[in-house]
């Protein structure tokens, strides 16, 4: 009988690395169900097969059913599954994808916890965004300043690259249509880039409300990730789309964004920065490369034993 000690490794067929992996796949107005270990899309014009272990984000927009049995493959393949408001740019809930290692949420956990070393990281993140700066020595307070300078600079650079106005960043949650055009591919932009970032923390076994710069809310450290690519990608393609035309900015933003996304490979940047982060040099190894469980028990002196085994005949009572 399977166990959380000992449980059945899966095959190469059915995990692919996050690494590899489509970034996101939208979906509205069908019915997903489970054909073997490839999920299903139904809507009016027939059915489309997806292989499970191939997504890295399913955005599930208005319209959408899901059956059981296609939740229970999704979640064997560690895929991520998000489910989006109107035109895919609202965020409701998220599945949370599997994990087997505990490596990457430990050393997060580790860092998040020393006010120094979460200061170090946010740091390290800065330089992530902004290459050929070195933000060594600066409070946290004026990371932020920074960070916000150099964000409004790419806004004004994008909008004067693509010919369009801009008098600022204006949204209110709820209400996309109240910005301009520029504005809303913005915010679908974000919505995007922060569906690939929670997959990739989720797959990774990361905790999505440990954030080193963000705090406060449960996907803390996915809104770091996120970031992290906001004035390379998000804003750029926003910009673009938004000189192109007016009209569907919404869907037109979310495909620009995942032929982008897919172009520079994303997700695999996304593991190797996530892991540059938390982890030392000497370590950095996959933790989703093994497939198999390692479950142990802590014991005294930092030292972990075997699972699966009564101790009470080492103890002296």
Known sequence: MSTVGKRRASS???LTRMSDRLSFIYLERCTLHRDDNAIT???AEGITHIPSATIGTLLLGP???VTHQAMSVLGDSGAGVVWVGEQGVRFYSGGRS???SSALVEAQATKWANRRSRLDVARAM???RFPGEDPAGLSRHELLGKEGQRVKERYRYEATRVGLPWTGRQYKPGEFDSGDAANQAVTAAAQCMYGVAQTTVSALGCAPGLGFIHSGHELAFVLDIADLYKTEIAIPVAFEVAADSPADIGARTRRAIR????QVKLLQRCVADIKQLLLPD???TDPTA???DHVTLQSDHGMNVASGRNYAEDVNW
């Open 63 to 65: 319209g959408t059913r």
């Open 12 to 14: 190469p067929r059915e």
């Open 41 to 43: 899309a139904e809507d």
């Open 126 to 128: 800065y330089r992530m």
């Open 282 to 284: 000497d370590t950095r």
């Open 98 to 100: 599997l994990n087997r």
């Open 259 to 262: 032929d982008r996304v897919n």
């Open 290 to 292: 093994d497939d198999t």
